[in-house]
């Protein structure tokens, strides 16, 4: 499991291991690995052209420590000082025993570099850049040279990967300790470029802010038939999807809830003809949900239109239920919150935009933050779909985020073979948050695996997750 934590949480680790060393050990530490790293992306230390931007804080420490490393190597390294009167004075003093210069000539000196190492703030941070500080990153950025972030990219939010003004795009980001949460969701997670982590020593908390399920961990998830199961003992998923206009999400949906692992699909609604014209293996229904014969989770909403009965009915059952798409339009909050079986909620932004009564570019804008509070306002767990895809229960700690993702996944009925595949995955008896980021992690490497760098449609994403399934358990 891949872990991420808050800001408080790290300074106060710090706080403890700092006690019991050495002062200044910390820092060094943070900038021996900050070293090696630019050394490893410059290929050839000797000679090379560094500039580091460099903050009023320890963030600019770091950078100029890791700068005095280089220097010694023989790179030619050049500061920039934001603050020159409360830079970080041993930082300055090594970088200049070192042979580094402050720079007469930023412009100059940044369109000439090889590398740029960016410690203009770190977690002390607030707000977007400064304006002088927007302006050499928009150097940096238009010199080519490589940019390192010195823990993260300066200018972004490291408890919630919210970017609020300007901030660094880094190619490269060499974080210390702990992943903050913002270098895993967008949109910081989109500028942090490839993240290295730093161990510094410090003794973190059990429970994270942020956890990242890896192949392992969702190995670990899978269901896997015994030699006494049987098609129900394996569970079956319920489907109440489609409609006379949209038949093809409910055969999206039952394309992946056949791929997640449930022993039996069982279809209710008026699509049944699609159905079973593509999946024969499909048991139909005509009748109401609650008539179809026995679940153990269903899946309500992809293309459903405005069939509000259907939702009703399924809410009304006492075994997991998924609320994707229409579903999320017709659920009613106090319905869902006063269920007793677990229910997991499927938005994308615009839909969690709408249950939140807010727009949808701030949902974009603030998605941590957003999942949060719509799980605490249904009492549910809540999955919310895009860029970075989220996974968070209510009244808990910590968050999932997807580490698979892929922008090919944006396209037509994608979702629909999400809901299915953890719909499936709920039928199978995983737990809601489980079942959620277990089908995210397999349904963004399914995408990979049928893209692998062209457009793909929702079928191929629910043919790729056998594959997807396969690559995970053999890790
Ligand atoms: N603690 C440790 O043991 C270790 C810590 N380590 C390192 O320390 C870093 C944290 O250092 P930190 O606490 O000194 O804060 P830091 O991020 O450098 O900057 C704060 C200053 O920036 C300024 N500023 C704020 N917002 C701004 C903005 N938007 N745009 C521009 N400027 C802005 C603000 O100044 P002011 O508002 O006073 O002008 C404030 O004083 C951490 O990320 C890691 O790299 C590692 O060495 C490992 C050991
Ligand atoms: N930019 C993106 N990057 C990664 N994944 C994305 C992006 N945009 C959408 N997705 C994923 O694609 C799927 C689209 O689902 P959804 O919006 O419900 O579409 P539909 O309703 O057409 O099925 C979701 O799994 C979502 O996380
Ligand atoms: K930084």
Redo the contacts with the bound molecule.
């Keep these: 499991m891949r872990t991420a934590f808050g800001v408080e949480t790290v300074r106060a680790a710090e706080r403890e291991l700092m006690a019991r060393l050495p002062e200044g050990a910390l820092m060094q530490r943070a900038a021996a690995g900050l070293a090696a790293a630019c050394a490893e992306l410059l290929g050839k230390v000797y000679g090379s052209r560094v500039v580091l931007l460099v903050g009023s804080g320890d963030n600019g420490g770091d950078a100029l420590y890791a700068g005095a490393r280089l220097a010694r190597r023989g790179a030619g390294v050049a500061v920039v000082l934001l603050a020159p009167e409360r830079t970080h004075a041993g930082g300055l003093r090594a970088l200049r025993a070192a042979g580094g210069r402050v720079s007469a000539a930023p412009e100059r000196d940044i369109a000439g570099a090889r590398l740029v190492l960016d410690g203009i703030v770190g977690i002390g941070g607030r707000g977007g850049l400064r304006p002088e500080a927007a302006r050499l990153a928009g150097l940096a950025a238009a010199s080519g040279a490589f940019v390192v972030a010195v823990d993260l990219p300066s200018g972004v939010e490291a408890d919630t990967g919210e970017v609020r003004g300007p901030a660094v795009r880094a190619d490269a980001t060499v974080t210390f300790g702990a992943y903050k949460p913002g270098l895993l969701v967008d949109p910081a997670q989109e500028r942090t470029g490839a993240v290295r982590l730093i161990d510094i020593g410090l003794d973190l908390p059990a429970t994270a802010d942020l956890e990242a399920l890896q192949y392992a961990d969702v190995a670990a998830l899978l269901p896997v038939p015994g030699a006494g199961s049987d098609k129900y003992r394996r569970g079956v998923v319920g489907i109440a999807a489609g409609s006379a206009r949209y038949p093809g999400a409910a055969v999206l949906a039952v394309a992946g809830a056949l791929r997640g692992g449930a022993g039996a699909v069982r279809y209710v609604g008026p699509a049944a003809d699609a159905v079973i014209d593509r999946y024969p293996e499909t048991l139909v229904h005509a009748g109401p949900p609650s008539k179809a014969g026995r679940v153990q989770a269903w899946v309500v909403g992809p293309g459903l239109g405005d069939d509000a009965e259907r939702v009703r009915d399924v809410l009304a059952a006492d075994v997991p239920v998924l609320v994707d ?1 229409d579903g999320l339009r017709l659920a009613d909050r106090a319905t869902v919150r006063a269920r007793t079986a677990p229910t997991l909620l499927t938005p ?1 932004a615009g839909e969690a935009a709408a249950l939140l009564g807010v727009d949808r570019a701030e949902v974009e804008a603030a998605r941590l933050a957003s999942v949060r509070r719509l799980a605490e306002a249904y009492g549910a767990t809540v999955l919310l ?3 970075t ?1 989220l996974v968070a229960a209510p009244g808990g700690r910590p968050v999932r985020v997807n580490p698979t ?3 090919w ?2 396209t ?5 073979v ?1 809901s299915g595949l953890a719909g499936s995955l709920l039928a199978a008896g995983l737990s809601p948050v489980d079942a959620a980021s277990a089908a995210a992690f397999l ?1 963004g490497l399914a995408a990979r695996l049928a893209a692998r760098g062209a457009p793909v449609g929702a079928q191929d994403v629910a043919e790729g997750v056998r594959g997807a399934w396969r690559e995970v358990v053999a890790g």
């Design positions: 798409a994308h779909k895009g860029s895809t993702g892929t922008s996944l944006a037509a009925g994608s979702g629909d999400l349904h």
